[in-house]
T-cell receptor
């Protein structure tokens, strides 16, 4: 069974631009969560989608948004990029939704650099 | 609010030596606890998890962890470290499922 895939793996953008990252979960998984990893703040939860609905949201500004499609693939979008948005963005998929017991499987991440 | 503290930023051990990585959590109810490992350029891999029951949890790659409610701790242990264990280790707590709060991580270096 293929693992979680994230595209692109690396991305360079300039301040003020917007970016879209993609995540394909493990086949059969319906929950996709997104995390931001930075040296200063560590790993922080962004949001979770299950069956095309956002179930949980972390403490990030509205510039960070996401969506999930009917095939469970998810995208996250960051608008008006700031230097501080430079990070590794990790996607994790799970069979179960938030609040239930389950293991999350993480993808390799997308490394976003904002210049 | 829930939080996780990993007091050791870096740890160096010799290959074959035992290992203990510390994790303290703050959570209002019975927590779900996890240990993940991250190798350079990789995502996170789950080593083990605690939901309920036996407080000593066995995981993959020979790791184990013990949940101690009285100390709010969930320390990770391995009796004999291999060079391939060099990586960054994260402790995490959650209400169950997919909204996890992570610690800041412990970077493990293994000396040959």
């Amino acid at each position: 069974k293929a693992g979680v895939t994230q595209t692109p793996r690396y991305l360079i953008k300039t301040r003020g631009q917007q970016v879209t990252l993609s995540c394909s979960p493990i086949s059969g998984h319906r929950s996709v969560s997104w995390y931001q990893q930075t040296p200063g703040q560590g790993l922080q939860f962004l949001f979770e989608y299950f069956s095309e609905t956002q179930r949980n949201k972390g403490n990030f500004p509205g510039r960070f948004s996401g969506r999930q499609f009917s095939n469970s693939r998810s995208e996250m979008n960051v608008s008006t990029l700031e230097l501080g948005d430079s990070a590794l963005y990790l996607c994790a998929s799970s069979f179960l939704a938030g609040g239930a017991q389950g293991e999350q499987f993480f993808g390799p991440g997308t490394r976003l650099t904002v210049l | 609010a829930q939080s996780v503290t990993q007091p050791d930023i870096h740890i160096t051990v010799s290959e074959g030596a035992s290992l203990e990585l510390r994790c303290n959590y703050s959570y209002g109810a019975t927590p779900y606890l996890f240990w993940y490992v991250q190798s350079p350029g990789q995502g996170l891999q789950l080593l083990l998890k605690y939901f309920s029951g036996d407080t000593l949890v066995q995981g993959i790659k020979g790791f184990e962890a013990e949940f101690k409610r009285s100390q709010s701790s969930f320390n990770l242990r391995k009796p004999s470290v291999h060079w391939s264990d060099a990586a960054e280790y994260f402790c995490a707590v959650g209400p169950g499922g997919n909204k996890l709060t992570f610690g800041t991580g412990t970077q493990l270096k293994v000396e040959l």
